[in-house]
DNA sequence: ATCATATATTTACAGATGTCTATACGAAGA
DNA sequence: TCTTCGTATAGACATCTGTAAATATATGAT
């Protein structure tokens, strides 16, 4: 075995980066994502009937409106829902393309690496 | 038409929510994720051959090497990555069930609710 | 026009996060 | 054992984030 060496045995370069323009779009729309309350409130709009207004967030969260205000923005400029005004009323629904796109970055991550497993067995 | 009501269209409660130990976990995956340079890590490490090095990383990221090890830190706690030691390095590889289960969870609001379409032309 | 109500914006502040420097730990070689 | 090298931890600091109070905007009703 050829083991002399003191260099660690890692690959050199990837061939399959994410483009940066793609990696931005997912951060943010990820940040958007990771916070219990924004998390939540996304699943309740999808389940609630899929379109939901601000006053029936507040009543199934323990927020001020501003904050639920503040929250639907930050999910609403990162793509994640899409927002329509009817009378006072402003309604918000999922933007299942979004979640779509975010569903093909895990899948992406999500599949054991068999020319790995392959390859460490014949080195 | 029965329009006179000063109360919003929402429907009430939900059916199918998530439960709450499921939105910490993902939350927690999530918060890893939603940073460029955890994103750029993660994707580094499954497609710079499945195992890498924090050397290897340094190369990658212009950033130090402690900040580097905090970085490996917090993916390693949410459970997106898995760590090995072999001498003094350390490899460290794609935990891929974790990219099944958020799949899972972007699938969950990736379609189109139909019935939600139904109802409201019925309606 | 005035008013009430639903939602958005501004401001302020406490707490979390990302980064570095300095230091520590731990394994392999001299 | 002493040194070196790869990695981890601790401390410090600037920035970002979540929240609420106060205020603004806009729509519909009277």
């Given amino acids: 075995m050829t083991e002399s060496s003191p260099s660690c045995s890692c690959a050199t370069a990837p ?7 793609t990696i931005e779009n997912r951060v943010e729309q990820l940040k958007a994502l990771a916070s219990p309350v924004r998390l939540q409130m996304v699943d309740l709009i999808y389940y609630g009937g899929g379109e939901v207004c601000v006053c029936e967030l507040q009543e199934n969260f323990d927020l001020s409106q501003p904050t639920i205000s503040h929250h639907l923005k930050v999910l609403r400029e990162a793509g994640l829902i899409q927002s329509r005004q009817e009378g006072t009323f402003v309604y918000h629904r999922v933007d299942t393309s979004a979640f779509t796109d975010l569903s093909a970055l895990m899948d992406r991550l999500s599949t054991i690496r068999e020319a790995d497993e392959a390859a460490r067995a014949v080195a």
Avoid: G
Avoid at 15 to 21: A, F, G, I, T
């Fill in 15 to 21: 061939e399959d980066r994410l483009p940066d323009s």
